[in-house]
């Protein structure tokens, strides 16, 4: 039987690494295996993107659109979601639905800048809800249902005033 301190690899079936820029003996000093001169054989070497002097691929796509790093982002919320969450009984129906609401019913993940309601799909029964905005859709469902919703984005006309 052998000993933990005997054991060793079959023959043949390990290589040892080559150990570069050890020397000339080693068969791969001076040099290293990187040639001769130049950036390439430096440490760290090469640009990624550099094409030679030709107006590199991204200096050549053109430029879209515009990213507003101002703008407000929503949890977009559609009827049928809350109406889905009312079903399974995670949101009483009963009690006011605002964001803090739809976050505990798993409804939407956080709340960002706010809540906004869109009108695909249908109610039934009355909501109070709390939001953000709403689309036109979504006000006109929630009112037809009998429900009030609560806006608290504040007007251009009320902002500007």
Known sequence: MTKLNELSPAEGSHKARMRIGRGPGSGKGKTGGRGVKGQKSRTGHGFKQFEGGQMPLHMRMPKRGFNNPSALKFAEVNLWRIAKAIEAKRLDP????????????????????????????????????TAYSASASAKEAIEKAGGSLTLTRKEKAEAEA
């Open 94 to 129: 009963t009690q006011p639905i605002d964001a803090a609401a739809l976050i505990g019913a798993g409804v939407i993940r956080r709340e960002k800048d706010g809540v906004r309601l869109l009108g695909h799909g249908e109610i039934s029964g009355k909501l109070t809800i």
